[in-house]
């Protein structure tokens, strides 16, 4: 079955970097589009990032020239580097991806952002 563990998150200064690693298995990883998603308390969740299987890329308008999405096909891994961190990207940070109609996600991780 699909499965999606993410890895990475946890407490930084507002400033500082993180990056957040989704290894994914149960599906054929290269030819699938995977995304990052995060929720913030009280909020909906919202899309981060998108890398499609060509690597064409797209961002939220609140990460563009700070966070990269990237992945390694030979790792079934998709990866989220986070720069310039500020505290309102404090939140649980969720793999996804969507195979045969159904969408499916990661149990998610943690990122604080300390002001």
């Known amino acids: 079955q699909v499965q999606l563990v993410e890895s990475g998150g946890g407490l930084v200064q507002a400033g500082g970097s993180l990056r957040l690693s989704c290894l994914a298995s149960?599906?054929?990883?290269?030819?699938?589009?995977m995304g990052w998603y995060r929720q913030a308390p009280g909020k909906q969740r919202e899309l981060v990032a998108r890398?499609?299987?060509?690597?064409?890329?797209n961002y939220a308008d609140s990460v563009k020239g700070r966070f990269t999405i990237s992945r390694d096909n030979a790792k079934n891994t998709v990866y989220l580097q986070m720069n310039s961190l500020k505290s309102e990207d404090t939140a649980v940070y969720y793999c996804?991806?969507?195979?045969?109609?159904?969408?499916?996600w990661g149990q998610g991780t943690q990122v604080t952002v300390s002001s």
């Open positions: 890398i499609t299987s060509s690597g064409s890329t």
């Open positions: 996804n991806t969507a195979r045969g109609g159904y969408t499916y």
């Open positions: 149960g599906f054929i990883f290269s030819i699938n589009t």
